[in-house]
């Protein structure tokens, strides 16, 4: 069974350093300065260029400081002694030698390492300060101290400025579109589910996530408790991203779409399209699975989809499993469970005489088959009796916990959901498991589910429902090796 939905790790032509940055990436300067010295055909050392220490620094964190030799005494490193060759110094890699560094930890020093240049260019971070020269090449934090990760692995992750992110103030909230996720969300989560629905997202910058074309996701932000409240959102979504994205509306929705759609009450003077649009419904679909919030700018509306509400479950795997093989594979969890072939049929309504009398008419007109079409039809029936019945679909049935049925359909799929578009597999056959959730009281049931009218005897229902279809998900996942996707369109870890 299911218990958590987690995050997973999305396939790794798609991880970070996969996506232009340099894991490896050091400035000319420091690089050249590591470099053990070679001495020259004269025997002496050649000299190297090697830059000074940031003002406020101590001198000994110079890559320049001297080192003492083997015999104990002290002299110049890389300066052969008279008469002897220069000893060719052992060769290591920028990774082996950034691996064995020592973290750094420039508390107490007086200048902080946030503004100091330690490569090209700048970037802006979410917290109050301006990270000056981050290159990728190390995790810091912002008070100064390097990431350890780095000396543990050897592998240096791409840039990632940690930050509780500045106080969000009122003037801002209301000119942005809001996406609320409690702190428990990290930027790692964000970009995944992005990254399922989006070839090209990625981070652009610290706190920048690029989600299509224009539009980003910027962040996190903190906000206080009154201004939470006064937007409508709850305290504990504490964690504020910003919606970067042009506006493009179209016409306003009648008052009686607004009365039934809640995007129309969203924007009630014009619907989004285009971009804007595509990036609120994409948002809306990972609110839910991050059991977060939406806020809009302009009408305020707040929309928190129910994390709840995603039932349904799908599997894709090359395999194709036969009906009387997933049969006996859900018979112990699912004793009912039944193919939906097998299900009698329940007896018609006799007809009524007008009806009767319309099929007599009917039949009046048809002219008798001629006796040798009736025999070629004979023959083909009892040709098509003696092949094997071949399938290419089917449906299974059972009763749940709770009340409702379970439905289990199975068929063949032309492509993939998006997030499974790199899976080499996905090339050939796709077989598609899509596991429903159908309610006792069953199509006014989910109607009134649509429209957010939902009793506590059907949010009981549904509740226990999911656990069986979790349940049944996890098990047709495990028998066919195929992947399980939720509601959303999002990977679901088993």
């Known amino acids: 069974m299911v218990t958590e939905r987690q995050i997973p790790d999305f396939p790794s032509r798609r991880s970070l350093h996969a996506k232009g940055a340099d894991p490896h990436a050091i400035d000319e300067a420091t690089a050249m ?41 002290d002299s110049e490193a890389g300066t052969p002694q008279e008469g002897e060759s220069a000893p060719i110094p052992e060769r290591r890699s920028m990774r ?16 902080p390492l946030l503004g100091v240049p330690v490569g090209h260019g700048g970037v802006s971070a979410p917290g ?63 970009e995944a589910l992005a990254v399922s629905i989006w070839d090209e997202a990625k981070w652009v910058e610290p706190g920048r996530l690029k989600l299509t ?27 504020i991203w910003l919606l970067e994205c042009s506006p493009l509306r179209g016409r306003a929705p009648s008052p009686d779409v607004i009365e039934r759609d809640e995007w129309a009450r969203a924007f009630p003077d014009g619907l989004p399209l285009g971009l804007e649009h595509k990036s609120l419904l994409a948002l809306a679909r990972m609110a ?26 799908a599997v894709y795997s090359p395999r194709w499993i036969d009906p009387a093989e997933l049969l006996d594979c859900l018979q112990s969890e699912f004793p009912q469970i039944m193919d939906s072939r097998d299900i009698p049929v329940e007896a018609r309504v006799a007809s009524s005489p007008r009806e009767v009398r319309r099929i007599a008419s009917v039949m009046a007109g048809v002219k008798p ?57 996905t090339n050939g056959v796709i077989v598609e498991y899509r596991l429903r959730w159908i309610p006792s009281g069953g199509v006014k049931a989910i109607a009134a589910a649509l429209d957010k009218d939902i009793s506590a005897e059907f949010a009981f229902e549904r509740t226990v429902a999911a656990v069986d279809v979790e349940r049944a998900a996890v098990a047709v996942a495990t028998l066919t090796g195929g992947s399980l996707i939720d509601e959303d369109g999002f990977l679901i870890a088993t």
């Open 33 to 73: 300065a590591a470099l053990p010295q070679r001495a020259d055909r004269s025997g002496q050392a050649a000299p190297a260029s090697t830059p000074s220490s940031p003002e406020g620094l101590p001198d000994d964190a110079s890559p320049s400081a001297e080192v003492p030799s083997e015999s104990g005494h």
């Open 213 to 239: 074309g224009d539009a980003y996701l910027q962040g996190p932000w903190s906000i206080d408790g009154e201004l939470s409240v006064a937007l409508g959102l709850p305290t504990h979504l504490s964690h």
């Open 128 to 190: 109050d300060t301006f990270v000056e020269g981050m290159t990728g090449a190390y995790t810091m934090l912002t008070d100064g101290v390097f990431n350890e990760e780095l000396t543990a692995t050897g592998l240096v992750p791409v840039v990632d400025v940690v930050s509780s992110g500045r106080l969000l103030d009122a003037e801002k909230a209301a000119s942005y579109h809001l996406f609320a996720v409690s702190d428990e969300v990290d930027g790692d989560e964000l």
């Open 369 to 425: 088959m001629s006796e040798e079409v009736a025999q070629v039809l004979q023959k083909a029936r009892e040709e098509a009796a003696r092949q094997p019945m071949v399938v290419d679909g089917y449906a299974l049935v059972s009763p749940v916990a709770g009340g409702g049925k379970l439905t289990i359909e199975v068929r063949r799929v032309p492509s993939p959901p998006r997030v499974l578009r790199w899976e080499p597999w």
């Open 288 to 313: 839910r699975r991050l059991a977060g919030a939406l806020r809009i700018s302009g009408s305020g509306l707040v929309m928190m989809p129910d994390p709840d509400s995603a039932v349904h479950m």
């Open 96 to 111: 082996d030698r950034l691996a064995s560094a020592p973290p750094i930890n420039l508390e107490g020093t007086g200048t």
